[in-house]
Structure formats: C-alpha cells, structure tokens
C-alpha cells in the first residue's frame, strides 16, 4: 500500500467516524426533542396558523384568491417561523450545560464540534418536519376549497419556511454556544428575531432611498437577511409587489440559484462558527 493509499484511507475513517458521531448525537437530540414535546407543539402552532389564514382567506366579498392566501401564508411565515426556530434553538448548547446533559457528553471521545453539529441536524430534523406538517395542512384545506391550486407556487412557500427555520435555528444554536447564561441567550435571540425581521429593512430601505445604488449592492443587501432571500424567492412567482427590501429587488436578476446558496450560505456558516466557539467554552 501506498503513502497516498494510506493518507485516502485515514481520510475515509476519519470522514466514517465523523459522520457516526454526528449521526448519533443527532439521533439522540432528535428524541429528546419528541419527548419534551417541543416538536408537537410547533406542528399545532403551525398547522392552526395556517388553517385560520386559509380558512378565513375568502371570507371577504369577492371571489377566492388562491395567490393572496398564499401570500398571506407566506407573511406568516416571515415573523413566526424565525421567532418559533430561535425560541427552539438558544438553548441547545446553554441550556444543556445548566442541566449537566453537555458535561456527560463532552465526557465521553467525541469532539465538541461534533456535538453541535449533531445536535443541530437532530432539531433541524425534528422543525423541519413540524413546519411542513403544519404549513402542509393550509394546502390539504387549499385543495379541498378550490379547484384548482398552484401548488407550485405553495410548494415554494413551504420549502421556503422550513429552509427559514433552519437558518434561524442555526442562529439559535450560534447564540446558544456564545451565551453563558440561557437568559442571555434568549435575548440575544430576541434582539437577533427583531434586527433581521424589522431593523434590517429600515435601514436597508433608507439607504436606497438615501443613495442610487447599483444592483450589486441591492443584490448584497437582500444576501445579508435571510428573510429577504425568502421573501424575493415567494414573491418571483407573483404577478403582485412585495413589501421592504423584497418589492425594491423583485425586479432585478436574483436568480433562485443565488437565492438559495444564499440560504444554504446562512445555515453552514453559523453552525460552523459554533462548532469552532464551542471549543472556547468552559465547563
């Protein structure tokens, strides 16, 4: 064998080892999040939300539009969903540690890293399925009122919400990991919900309206908050304006391949950042 064979294998049992751990502590976080009924209570929060949008979405004089509710679903999303996953997420690191669960584990040979990594894909599983469960209820209610439904554009809606709660429950287990104490990390959590959801778009909007600027800084703008991405990625398949930062960039050449690395950019970076600042941490 080899000194290229042997380097090819030890990289290979390093990458298998990583991927069991992971797999393991992800399986583990996924279960005590089904016992502490976390995951059933989102799916009910969910689920009621949207069937009150689309149960009472034709209600008014007038016929029923299908793109309002779903544009109605999608607004929802947008403060409920990043509120719901950092609520679910600042305690993840924190919270362990105050009950003496994260001492056990970083007892045993596994890095730290991988700990946090795990633990997020194990809540990242268990949100992700409480949001498309409940959201998916406002389409089943959909189908049954209307004949017919785009469910293209509803199938955006929906992988765009839990796209978006894992970005913020990333942000969560990011906050968990710097906070000492969790009291702290819940307003951490707060103050982040509040800045991305309403500060952001002010001054984003100010500035816009302040300079002329080029649509490589429009583009940077919408890149910088998550809720943008997800807002310009409903909205392109809409014949209506939006609101904010979206109806400012709707028209300019985001396309859903950038759109969605964006996304993909705000759920890696915060968990790798957390699984390095883990490190720092004393226990």
């Known amino acids: 064998m080899t000194a290229a064979d042997r380097s090819f294998e030890t990289s290979s049992q390093t990458v298998v080892a990583f991927a069991g751990q992971t797999l393991t502590i992800a399986q583990l976080e ?15 929060l969910f689920g009621l939300l949207s069937l009150l949008v689309v149960g009472f979405g ?3 004089a007038g016929p029923f539009r299908v793109d309002a509710v779903v544009v109605s679903l999608a607004s929802l999303a947008t403060y409920l969903v990043p509120l719901a996953a950092l609520v679910y997420g600042y305690d993840t690191i924190v919270g362990a540690e105050e009950t003496g669960w994260l001492d056990m584990v970083f007892a ?3 890095s730290r890293g991988r700990v946090v990594v795990g633990a997020f894909l194990g809540r990242a599983a268990s949100l992700a399925g409480a949001t498309a469960i409940g959201f998916g209820l406002g389409g089943l209610v959909l189908f049954v009122r209307v004949d017919t439904v ?17 970005v913020f ?3 969560g287990v990011l906050v968990s990991t710097v906070a000492a104490e969790k009291t702290h990390a819940l307003g951490i959590a ?12 002010l001054a984003a909007l100010g500035l816009v309206a302040a300079f002329d600027l080029p649509n490589v800084m429009l583009t940077g703008l919408v890149l910088a908050n998550p809720i943008d991405i997800f807002r310009v990625f409903v909205l392109s398949g809409l014949e209506m304006t939006g609101s904010g930062m ?13 759109l969605l690395g964006g996304a993909m950019a705000w759920v890696v970076l915060p968990v790798s950042v957390a699984a390095q600042l883990i490190h720092r941490r004393s226990l």
């Open 30 to 44: 996924y279960r005590l999040s089904l016992r502490s009924r976390w995951t059933l209570a989102l799916t009910a």
């Open 246 to 258: 979206a109806a400012v960039v709707t028209g300019t050449a985001l396309s859903t391949t950038v």
């Open 169 to 171: 429950l990333a942000l």
């Open 150 to 166: 785009p469910w293209g554009l509803y199938a955006d809606v929906l992988f765009g919400a839990v796209t978006l709660g894992l």
């Open 58 to 60: 034709g209600s008014s």
């Open 108 to 110: 045993l040979p596994v």
């Open 190 to 201: 707060l103050l982040v919900w509040a800045w991305l959801v309403f500060g952001h778009d």
